[in-house]
């Protein structure tokens, strides 16, 4: 039986960093973000069903979607937000599911899902096991500000749309600092898979 498990956070928190360490020792990553971006290019179900909700002002010139005036709408708007990820999410889980089988059948014991919100969208039955990358609130705006070139009210918009780190932290199985340095961060990775036995499964 292959271990399935979540890799969560916030926003800016790291996950995306300690992805890139998994795949590094060749454990597969599928990500929520990537698979969130294709099901709303032009012409799929999603993106059709995100013009007639939101208008047609929502696409750029060349008629994708434009990620940074919807963002500006849905970070703002519970409600607008809540309408984005019912058209979003159930396409997202069911294209995550499919490469999960895939990975599976093709004889990979280990597979990890990245899900920023695998707490708030209640998807902890989609995993065996849970590991949290966690940043203090401090240290995700800053990172948050400077990797998207954001004020710190956008910033602070789109944090405010996830639960509290510190919230995540209970309902995590393991949880990495990722206050720290790159190397501290890998160190905490590799400590937690082998607390899994994952090193020797992988
Ligand atoms: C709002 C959109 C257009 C903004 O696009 P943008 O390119 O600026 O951001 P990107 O998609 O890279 O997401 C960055 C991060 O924002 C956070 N985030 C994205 N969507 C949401 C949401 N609906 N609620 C809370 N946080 C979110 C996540 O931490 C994510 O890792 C886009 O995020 C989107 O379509 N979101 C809805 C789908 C979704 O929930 N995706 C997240 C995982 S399925
Ligand atoms: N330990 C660290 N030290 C310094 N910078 C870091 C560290 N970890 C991550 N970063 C930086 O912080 C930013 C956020 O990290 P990353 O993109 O991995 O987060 P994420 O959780 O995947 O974000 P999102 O969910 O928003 O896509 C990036 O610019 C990254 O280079």
Not at 3 to 31: E, Q, Y
Not at 87 to 109: C, F, L, Q, T, W
Not at 167 to 190: F, M
């Amino acid at each position: 039986m292959a271990l399935i498990i979540g890799l969560t956070g916030g926003i800016a928190s790291g996950k995306s960093t300690v992805s890139r360490m998994l795949l590094d020792i060749n454990i597969p990553v599928i990500d929520a973000d990537l698979e969130a971006r294709k099901v709303v290019e032009k012409g799929e179900k999603a993106y059709v069903r995100i013009i007639e909700t939101f208008g047609s002002e929502i696409l750029t010139a060349t008629g994708d979607i434009d990620r940074v005036k919807l963002g500006s709408i849905v970070f703002h708007d519970e409600d607008k937000r809540n309408q984005l990820n019912a058209i979003v999410h159930p396409a997202v889980r069911e294209r995550m599911n499919d490469k999960k089988v895939k990975y599976v059948d093709s004889g990979n014991s280990v597979v990890i899902l990245d899900i920023p919100l695998l707490f708030e969208s209640k998807l902890t039955h989609m995993v065996d096991k849970t590991i949290l990358v966690y940043v203090d609130a401090e240290v995700q705006l800053n990172r948050l500000m400077s990797r998207n070139q954001l004020i710190e009210s956008e910033a602070m918009a789109r944090i405010k749309s996830q639960m509290p780190l510190k919230e995540k932290i209970k309902l995590a199985d393991a949880v990495i600092d990722n206050n720290g340095t790159i190397h501290d961060t890998k160190t905490q990775l590799i400590q937690i898979l082998n607390n899994w036995g994952v090193l020797e499964k992988a």
